[in-house]
């Protein structure tokens, strides 16, 4: 039972070092985009971008998924070339997909632009940015594909430090030149470009690529019975996960989406230990369902989500100590993204809670589900958005997608108990709640009888807390796979 746990936890363990350093490049690029260019460009860029990412979706057709479902069957030698001929074909098929995506968005963008983004200044934008689809799509599909194979780290490599540093430099450049309205275009550009092709040069120097057959496609209907629901369920998703920028574009002004945008990437920040989980055990759950393994998925589950919480708990309660001063980093202007910030931040923690109960409830074969589950939230997501924007302006945005968070999750736990008769708690998760509240009592006193200026009382009692929560947390006693997680984290450090 520890095999796979302590294999899970040493490659997520791997991939938490690689999203910590990613959170710093991404956290600079939106610090200097912020900085220098001001909420209002910067917000028209990321309404246009947010408008841009809704089309790979579309021509993946849910295979990024698939891939993950999928190619751990092969696990035999003789199978490889079967496994090689499907992902040849659904790189080639995403592909051609995606270019007549790219064209249909750029043929129409004067009409999208007016109709759907309510700005028809903003067709320029659209036509420079609809090739970005192309490869947006390969690079989602690559995830799935080294997912799969159990090779992740060269995805997360490409995502977490290629694709970041190439878009901060490009970024850099361009502003030193004068060249300020396309630095964001072209900082993306070059990032994403560089980083596909960085991606289909290893997946063929994997040995990946096979010669593929028109007549083999019939093989791979079984594959699109899989994947042909997860393309709904992926588009109800980003559309939930969208709605918020794309209808704050609509109803109010860029820059409120500029201001909206930073207070979202600072309130998810804490998700990427979520995501570092999720890229790893994906094909775990997969494997353990299909072995009839339920007991060990069962109690990776709760080993897992506690230290997702923990996380999360942490990162929220920075967030509810010193909101303005985190928005305050990326400019005055920002400041009034505060209260939407502690609402997103309090929607981290509920989709915490649930650990990886969607990846559950898809990798074992349930992924109608998930698509019930995306239909309702996004119904109840638009509808809150439609409502409480022009009210409430971005804070009513931030509601919608709490509530949203609140219901999905909810409905998964649910479900994964309902189907499988387990859930991710236990009485371990005492000892981070009150470690939690220990260190934001101190805290939250201590500032008062401090004088410093507002970043450095940011960063020093950011760091009081940390320090703090350790110390509680490891006298009340650490588990035996938490001793394992950190042993790896200094293994990996040394290597």
Do not use: C
């Not at 990437?265 to 230990?273: N, R």
């Not at 006693?477 to 001793?483: A, F, I, P, R, S």
């Amino acid at each position: 039972m520890n095999k796979e746990l302590a294999n899970v936890t040493k490659l997520s363990g791997i991939v938490f070092i690689s999203k910590i350093g990613a959170l710093i490049l991404g956290l600079l690029l939106n610090f200097l985009a912020a900085r220098f260019l001001g909420a209002e460009v910067y917000g028209k860029f990321m309404y246009v971008f947010t408008f841009i990412a809704l089309f790979p979706i579309l021509s993946l057709m849910g295979l990024q998924h698939g891939m993950v479902y999928f190619i751990p069957k092969f696990n035999r030698i003789e199978e490889e070339n079967e496994r090689n001929k499907l992902i040849t074909y659904s790189i080639f098929l995403v592909m051609l997909l995606s270019i007549a995506m790219a064209m249909l968005l750029y043929t129409t963008s004067g009409y999208i632009a007016r109709e759907f983004l309510n700005n028809p200044d903003l067709e320029k934008l659209l036509k420079f940015l609809s090739p970005l689809i192309v490869f947006l799509a390969i690079n989602q599909l690559a995830q799935g594909i080294f997912q799969g194979v159990k090779k992740i780290k060269y995805f997360v490599f490409n995502q977490d430090f290629i694709v970041p540093v190439f878009k901060i430099i490009i970024f850099v450049i361009t502003i030193l030149v004068g060249y300020k309205i396309f630095s964001l275009v072209l900082s993306f550009y070059f990032g994403i470009i560089i980083g596909t092709i960085y991606l289909l040069l290893m997946i063929y120097r994997l040995g990946f690529f096979s010669k593929i057959r028109l007549k083999d496609i019939i093989q791979y209907k079984e594959i699109y019975r899989y994947s042909l629901p997860l393309l709904f369920i992926n588009f109800m998703s980003i559309i939930w996960q969208k709605a918020d920028i794309l209808m704050i574009g609509y109803f109010l002004n860029e820059r409120q989406v500029g201001i909206y945008d930073i207070a979202l990437k600072i309130g998810t920040i804490s998700s990427f230990i979520l995501i570092a989980v999720n890229t790893v055990f994906a094909p775990t759950i997969s494997t353990l369902y299909h072995k009839g393994d339920l007991n060990k998925l069962a109690y990776m589950y709760k080993s897992i989500t506690k230290w997702i919480v923990g996380v999360n708990l942490i990162a929220f309660s920075l967030i509810l100590l010193f909101s303005k001063e985190i928005m305050r980093t990326f400019g005055s202007e920002y400041m009034i993204g505060s209260t939407a910030l502690i609402l997103i931040g309090i929607g981290q923690v509920v989709n915490a809670g649930v650990g990886s109960a969607g990846y559950i409830i898809s990798m074992t074969g349930n992924p109608s589900y998930e698509a019930y589950i995306n239909v309702l939230v996004v119904i109840i997501n638009v509808l809150l958005n439609y409502t409480l924007i022009p009210i409430y302006g971005i804070e009513g945005a931030a509601f919608a997608s709490l509530i949203s968070l609140a219901i999905a999750n909810l409905v998964r736990l649910v479900i994964v108990y309902k189907k499988h008769k387990f859930h991710p708690y236990n009485f371990a998760y005492i000892k981070i709640v009150l470690a939690t509240s220990i260190s934001f009592i101190f805290v939250y006193f201590a500032q008062y009888f401090s004088d410093f200026l507002w970043y450095v009382k940011l960063f020093l009692f950011s760091i009081v807390f940390a320090v703090i929560f350790l110390i509680v947390y490891s006298v009340m006693g650490l588990e035996q796979n938490e001793k394992n997680f950190i042993a790896k984290l200094i293994k990996i450090n040394k290597k």
